[in-house]
């Protein structure tokens, strides 16, 4: 099992920046891809952005591309994600996710690709 905790949501201002990050244990994070979600109330998750295993290809989101960038330390078992120009419409519960698989490119969009979900950390962007 892996175990994922978000952690860096609250309240933003539209124009402005949040740093969410996803600190993971229970299994060698370095080998697996990660990824981001949101999900607004009485909506599927939506996907957000992806990272390969050693950081070298990310996939994004139509609707956060050129504003988001999704990172990682393996050194530190974490996962990041920078949220610059926020708009209300950001506004959402975010969860950091791994597919599980090892050796992963990332890329996958599909909620139910990923095996482990951390518990989501709301976002707020106040315009």
């Known amino acids: 099992q892996m175990q994922l905790v978000e952690s860096g949501g609250g309240l933003g201002q539209a124009g402005g920046s949040l740093r969410l990050s996803c600190a993971a244990s229970g299994r060698p994070f370095s080998i697996y891809a990660m990824g981001w979600f949101r999900q607004y109330p009485e909506k599927e998750r939506e996907f957000v952005a992806t990272?390969?295993?050693?950081?070298?290809?990310?996939n994004y989101g139509d609707s956060v591309k050129g504003r988001f960038t999704i990172s990682r330390e393996n050194a530190k078992n974490t996962a990041y994600l920078q949220m610059n120009s926020l708009k209300p419409e950001d506004t959402a519960v975010y969860y950091c996710a791994s597919p599980g698989r090892t050796y992963s490119i990332g890329g996958d969009t599909i909620p139910s690709k990923y095996a482990y979900w951390g518990q989501g950390t709301q976002v707020t962007v106040s315009s």
């Open positions: 990272i390969s295993w050693n950081g070298v290809i990310t």
